[in-house]
């Protein structure tokens, strides 16, 4: 490369830095400033609620008011927002209706209030990557920058909503395909990423942040209970998977017009919390938080929170994904801790991201967010967690929109560009090098030992 090629090279990418450092700190603006009034409208509507004590009588109204305003006003706007954003991305362009962000903001606020459990990235996700879209069609970029853009309104919305700028970021670009990262969207998105959490922080958002004070003095022992402890939260996250599926298939079984499904779903729901307790509806922040300091938590919580967001997600219900993720890992966590006799707001923290780890297919971007949540002491144990988890779920995911760029195991072939919804009716091939060469050995090793045992 000669001097003038360098030059120019040079003076491309300086350019291209400066551009997206505006864009992107023109869609941290929007979506910090955005996110911080949804936050404060769902603040206020669920303290409303809930300072009656049966609020959740009026969940079978809430839920067919939600189905009828998504039904007729904004369909994309259906189930869990960045499951609709991943969707837009890989089928639509990245073209997201303007009407989509008021209706999903709508929706959730009125599910959440009302006592559905789901949780409030997804609308962030949503509200941001939709601000993007708009954005994007009012300056008329090309398809590939539009992608950009709602790529940074997704790493914002996420940022904003937890107060995670360098997890939010990372999962922006992580959450799109499995095994897959878009490093061109990178630079970008941690800029949308950091601006949308200092203005929505500016604005009075607030954040949990539970620094973990015990601090585990390395051993063998310690380590082989955190690989156990992520094979559990790996199962916990296949189980969540599995389960949204089922409802997911109950709720289409049905056929009806699609609000009366919300007034069933809505039913359900106030018979179970009669039948358990109130906790498993809405957020659930205060059992996190419970969990997180060590207080009493059933063995069963994290069963029924999958119950509880499987029902609502599956019947009209409108909200996100990672808050339910992050009640059940927590209580999981803590469930693990009880059993095996470790501390339990340390596994609490771990399971925590190790089950958002294995259900969105983010081990990257989740093992961050264990350091920003809890501190770096917890996070090379984290880390490794997240990872095992992330490898146990297989090629699942509660976002089946999600794109398999790269298998999990390369002793596993997939067809090229799989999507997750897809997975049941492709064929998974086991690669016949790695597999029979394993199959082979044992089958020796277990024939001479045979062999032995006849001679003597």
């Not at 992608?147 to 970021?169: D, E, N, R, W």
């Not at 499995?178 to 200092?198: E, H, M, T």
């Not at 938590?297 to 997600?313: A, C, E, H, N, P």
């Not at 470790?342 to 780890?357: E, R, T």
Request: proline letters at 4%; a positive charge.
């Amino acid at each position: 490369m000669n001097r003038k090629d360098m030059f120019l090279e040079e003076s491309v990418l300086f350019i291209s830095i400066i551009k997206w450092f505006f864009l992107a700190t023109c869609i941290g603006l929007v979506v910090g400033v955005s996110t911080s009034w949804f936050i404060r409208l769902l603040n206020f509507s669920t303290h409303y609620t809930a300072q009656y004590k049966y609020y959740f009588l009026i969940l079978p109204v809430a839920l067919f008011l939600s189905s009828l305003l998504i039904k007729y006003l904004a369909p994309e706007a259906k189930g869990h927002g960045t499951e609709k954003v991943i969707e837009a991305i890989h089928q639509r362009k990245s073209r997201i209706k303007a009407i989509t962000v008021p209706v999903k903001l709508a929706t959730t606020i009125i599910t959440i209030a009302a006592g559905g459990s789901a949780g409030k990235e997804g609308p962030a996700a949503q509200i941001g990557a939709g601000l993007s879209s708009i954005f994007a069609s009012i300056f008329r970029f090309n398809s590939k920058d539009r992608q950009k853009l709602v790529i940074c309104g997704i790493s914002a919305g996420f940022a904003s909503v937890f107060g995670t700028p360098i997890a939010g970021a990372i999962f922006g670009v992580e959450v799109l395909a499995v095994g897959n990262i878009f490093y061109d969207v990178l630079f970008p998105s941690f800029v949308a990423g950091i601006v949308s959490y200092q203005v929505s922080s500016s604005m009075g958002t607030e954040y949990f942040n539970t620094p973990i004070n015990f601090v585990p003095q390395f051993s063998q022992l310690f380590f082989i209970y955190v690989l156990i402890g992520a094979l559990f939260f790996g199962f916990c996250a296949l189980l969540l998977i599995e389960s949204l599926k089922a409802s997911e298939k109950l709720s289409k079984k049905i056929d009806i017009w699609e609000p009366y499904k919300g007034l069933i779903g809505g039913c359900i729901l106030i018979i179970l919390a009669f039948m358990t307790s109130t906790k498993y509806l809405g957020l659930g922040l205060e059992t996190i938080h419970h969990a997180l300091s060590s207080t009493d938590i059933y063995t069963y919580d994290f069963l029924l929170k999958i119950v509880f967001t499987s029902i609502t997600l599956s019947f009209c219900g409108s909200g996100g994904m990672v808050t339910p993720i992050f009640f059940i890992g927590a209580t999981a966590g803590t469930f693990f801790a009880f059993m095996t006799g470790q501390n339990s707001s340390m596994f609490a923290a771990i399971g925590m991201v190790s089950v958002l780890a294995g259900a969105a297919n983010t081990p990257i971007s989740a093992s961050i967010m264990a350091m920003e949540f809890f501190g770096p002491q917890v996070a090379p144990y984290a880390a490794l967690s997240c990872i095992v988890s992330y490898l146990i779920t297989g090629h699942r995911s509660v976002y089946p929109s999600q794109m398999i760029a790269t298998t999990k195991s390369p002793s596993i072939m997939i067809d090229k560009d799989a999507v997750m919804e897809n997975m049941d009716s492709l064929r998974i091939i086991p690669r016949p090098k790695s597999i029979l060469t394993i199959i082979l050995y044992f089958y020796n090793l277990l024939k001479e030992k045979i062999e032995n045992f006849k001679a003597k």
